[in-house]
């Protein structure tokens, strides 16, 4: 925010410049020129990357295959669009989706102060050597599979698992729990998994954020008779809110990209009504069912969504912080 | 009448060894235009080495063939095959999606006919091997069935799987059908071996069963049934197949009965499968049923039934294949048929016409000629030995797992014993090295059924079948078993006997493509069935089994199943009128 303030206050001034002395147009004209030259090649990245794909929304139009190809196949206009909402089971089939992307999304955005207090507190530990052994366990697992976390899960967590095992063997339960195979509370469980699996990682930020906190602020405040849970409050945390409100703009913005890996690995005949996010729904319809177009349709159904998302976040910032995002 | 049959194929053979001498440069690395003229005929020899793509929807392995059959295939063709399996890849048809969009699917492929098999031709990833068909002289016996598979195509694109010269309402099985109750006899035997009236009367024999046996020899807890859910298509997977015990099997959503005197809708409240489902909940009642169903894959629960773990398998190759080892049968433990009273086992017919899936050649085949060679290979004697030895057993190359005794009759020999029968072996180097099973063809597809007569010996391809194989096995396990069923050998002699054999004419029926609404219809509401199957046959009470089967129904009703019905029921009664026709004109 600051490079973007320096170089708004730059800019007049250098319009000023050019306006005293006409002769200088030319060379103006050539450094804007070089300017210019200097973006293309992100402008050219963000096209391929960004626009060029829209592209394909084309496939949502055919009755799409493979092997005849998109000017082989059947033109269909808006067929799997209407399909979507053709009888009240499907509308409900994407309902429920929706419900659990935005719950899921929501649960993990709520969630994300987790790593900010878990930064905090991690912060005030004195023992170099054990705040670093606990930085390095919560970090792990951010590098780990979900395939692998499954693995994970499923030996801890199955019905012969060792946490059934344990409780059977002590004696607190005679039939095995069901973690895994059951729809009670999905939503909450894979919050949990996404925040065991991303709690070190997520504190790397904060933890170089409150590096950067200047230090002098601590002494006065000592000086001022502060103990140590003020000066976190009163100081670590503020400090760390830009920083915070930043990834929450973010994740906000994301908010239907939660990922289908996790999902993926862990649904079942048993959690798939609570599980299956807008990604999941795509790749088990579209993908594995062998239908590119309706799996188009979906997915552009979800950009909409996502640009109204985006515009009433931008909308709700402009009322409470007076600025916009975009 | 042997010695003619092998001197007129070593006169053939002579012959193709002459004409190829004449023409050595058969068009290798050219792939234009093989449909003008007759191709030159295949070279005996390959000079240069090459790898071969095998796009092979079957496959349970990728990468390069090793071990003893990809020796044979190089010897044979300097070729390696680097197989591409989609089952290995995952996510259903994303591979295959992906490499039809990048316009090449291998160099050799195995697809399925019908909608894959005309897509593919028409968006050109096929080639036409016509020209080279003449000299494909092993598949080109089967020349009926692959005139059929490639009706309506110009030229000849495919040539068909599972090909036979049986009649079509012969079971294509071999001395085990596919699908039968098939118990652990040994525990069977310890409850006293209750006479078993219908499906619903086999829970308290199982129940009795798991009593009889709590553990098993590992100390793990066994249960009578296990599941798993891997496999699960249009239906649970697990759920279909008792229904197969009365002579149904699926089309689509239909259960078709193989004589076509009923058709059921799978969510009718009547029909077998919601029957099964039922069966497995009061299993579960029971507590016979293992837990970890839900969460397992077909590894893991196989390997529960190596240690001894499950107690019944809805599958002759499952169980047997699993627990039955020379070992096990010498105490006389093992999985054989328990049959209940009012069964009538489907059995699948031998097609004409070949199987579902067909082998061509790929329009941007490296080497097509090599290609077709090899494809036509896989249907010669030494081929269909070689490459079905896993899938229909067929018992292995000659010389290596089997020879011809004095009397010119094929017998196992002690290495074949040990590998086919046994604790397996590791092939002697000049075969190539390594354990016979990881040498085994990958393929996973076979071309001539193991029933098929070898015209080379006179004797079908599968071992079981063999007079010198019959005389050996006899043991404690399937003494025990033909005792208790009249005498009878095997599993297959005993259904037929007693007329508990619904076979299904083989009549290669291939249902039409699907349009793709009511393809993605199917999808959502398969969906919605498989995981409603699951949550009914784990339910905690009546109520909740009965509102489960509800909700299946209304929202699988709303998703638009009846629409597919109705396609799937009108495609079951033309399999049906297929199926008369082949068996009014091959008997």
Known sequence: MNTEAATAAKAPDRRDDGSRGRGRLPSQRREGFVLFLSIVPLLVLVFLFSYFPLYGWIYSLFDYRPARGLSGSEFVGLQWFTMLVSSPTQVDQIVQVMLNTLAMSFLGIAASVLPLAFAVFLNEIRATWFKNLIQTLTTLPNFISWVLVYMIAFSMFSTTGMVNGLLESIGLISEPLKFLD??????????????????????????????????SLY???????????????????????????????????????????????????????????????????GMTGNNLSLATAISMLKSVISVVLLLSVNALSKRVRGTSLI | MLSDVRRRSLLTGGAVLTLSGLGLSACSGSNSGPGDGPAEPFPTAWDDALTADVF???????GEQPGWFGKLVTDRFNLTL????????????????????????????????????????????????????????????????????????????????QVSTLKPSEPSEGIDPTFGPFVRWDVYGKVGYPEIGTLEDLLPVLKQMQDAEPTAANGKRTYALSLFADWDGNYMNNAKQPCCYYGYDEVGFVLAKADGSDFQSILDPGSLYVRVLKWFFEANQLGILDPESTTQNY??????????????????????????TEANMAEGKGFMIAPLADQKIFSYGASVYGGKQVFGVGSNAEDPARGAAFIDWLYSSEGVYANSSQTMGAAGP??????????GKPELTDFGRQVLLGEGGNVPEEWGGGSYIDGTSWLNVTTVIGNDEDPETGFPFNYKMWETYQATAANPLTEDWAGRMGGHATTMEYLQANDMLAVGAGASYVAPEDSSEISTIRNQVKAVIVESSWKMAFAKDQAEFDALLAEMQSTADGLGYQQVLEVDMANAKDQDA????VVAEFG
């Open chain 2, 578 to 581: 297929l199926r008369k026709e």
């Open chain 2, 56 to 62: 092979d929807g079957l496959a349970n392995q990728m």
């Open chain 2, 299 to 324: 590894d893991t629960l196989f390997s529960k039934m190596q240690a001894g773990q499950v107690l019944f398998s809805f599958w002759p190759w499952q169980g047997q294949a699993a627990f039955n």
């Open chain 1, 182 to 215: 059951s729809d009670e509370h999905v939503w909450l469980k894979m919050a949990l998994w996404g925040v065991w699996k991303t709690l070190g990682w997520g504190a790397i930020l904060y933890l170089a954020a409150i590096a950067g906190i200047d230090q």
């Open chain 2, 398 to 407: 000659q010389g290596l797992t089997w020879e011809l005794n004095a009397d």
């Open chain 1, 219 to 285: 002494e006065s405040a000592k000086v001022d008779g502060a103990g140590r849970f003020s000066t976190m409050w009163h100081i670590t945390v503020p400090q760390l809110m830009p920083t915070y409100f930043v990834l929450l703009m973010l994740a906000i913005a994301n908010i239907l990209n939660n990922g289908m890996e996790q999902y993926y690995v862990f649904q079942n005949a048993f959690n798939k009504d609570t599980i299956q996010v807008l990604d999941l729904y795509v790749y088990n319809i």
């Open chain 2, 82 to 161: 680097n197989v591409i399996a989609p089952n290995v890849a995952g996510g259903g048809d994303t591979l295959y999606n992906t490499r039809v969009s990048a316009g090449d699917l291998g160099d050799i492929v195995l697809t399925d006919q019908g909608q894959k098999l005309t897509e593919l031709v028409e968006g050109g990833l096929l080639m036409d091997i016509s020209s080279w068909y003449e000299h494909m002289e092993s598949s080109a016996r089967f020349d009926a069935a692959v005139q059929k598979v490639n009706e309506g195509l110009d030229g000849i694109y495919a040539i068909p799987t």
